[in-house]
């Protein structure tokens, strides 16, 4: 157990269907993200929340729209997916970061254990 | 950006043999994270180390920052070590961002 949990583990949706993901940390971070992992590819991160602002969207189509409603919390609402989005969504968080760039200091992220995305 | 290599892409190994996994980033980096991803999808943290060398049970973890490599030791392999071992470092443009490698696939056979 990570302290990160998410729901539902496995998904399976139509391309008319809308779905959402959820996350929940139970460390008392201020940062939470999206991540990604397509077969045979890195893992990308999608989104980024610092204390429930959108930081971070790393040209991420429409169709995947985020929710942060508190600290503790994160959405990924699903609408008219493609077939391509099928893959391993994995949440993270941490604590928040102070500062950008290379003088600021990366804090350590933790991950849920994923839902893995089946887009028919 | 940042690039991120991970050597070797695939290792077999027999139960009870030791392993050296190779991390290569080729920009200064402020600190790097191991993660073991379980055939679950699960990734497990199992270092946080920004340079000189951490040990947990039959792991440990050297970061030579200024030669910017980071090696990961697996000693006395279980089957349960089996699974994807990545890296990953922050982005120098942005600390919230990690940069991947592409992993080790590790198959522990009995």
């Known amino acids: 157990e990570t302290g990160v949990t998410q729901t539902p583990r496995h998904l399976v949706m139509g391309m008319t269907n809308k779905k959402s993901l959820k996350c929940e940390q139970h460390?008392?971070?201020?940062?939470m993200y999206w991540y990604k992992q397509s077969a045979k590819k890195p893992l990308e991160l999608m989104f980024v929340?610092?204390?429930?602002?959108?930081?971070e969207n790393n040209s991420v189509p429409s169709r995947f729209s985020p929710e942060c409603p508190n600290s503790s919390h994160l959405f990924l609402h699903l609408h008219t997916l493609q077939p391509e989005d099928s893959a391993l969504y994995l949440c993270a968080s941490s604590q928040a970061q102070d500062r950008r760039g290379p003088e600021s200091s990366y804090n350590e992220q933790f991950f849920g254990p994923g839902t893995r995305l089946t887009v028919l | 950006g940042i690039q991120v290599e991970q050597s070797p892409p695939d290792l077999i190994l027999q139960e009870g043999a030791n392993s050296t996994l190779r991390c290569n980033f080729s920009d200064s980096v402020n600190n790097l994270q191991w993660f073991h991803q379980n055939p679950w999808g699960q990734l497990i943290n199992l270092f946080y180390i920004p340079s000189g060398t951490k040990q947990n049970g039959r792991l440990s973890a050297t970061t030579v920052a200024t030669e910017r490599y980071s090696l990961l030791y697996i000693s006395s392999s279980q089957t349960t070590d089996s699974g994807v071992y990545f890296c990953a470092v922050p982005s120098m443009d942005s600390s919230y961002k990690l940069i991947f490698g592409s992993g080790t696939r590790l198959l522990v056979r009995p």
């Open positions: 460390l008392g971070h201020n940062a």
């Open positions: 929340y610092n204390f429930k602002e959108q930081t």
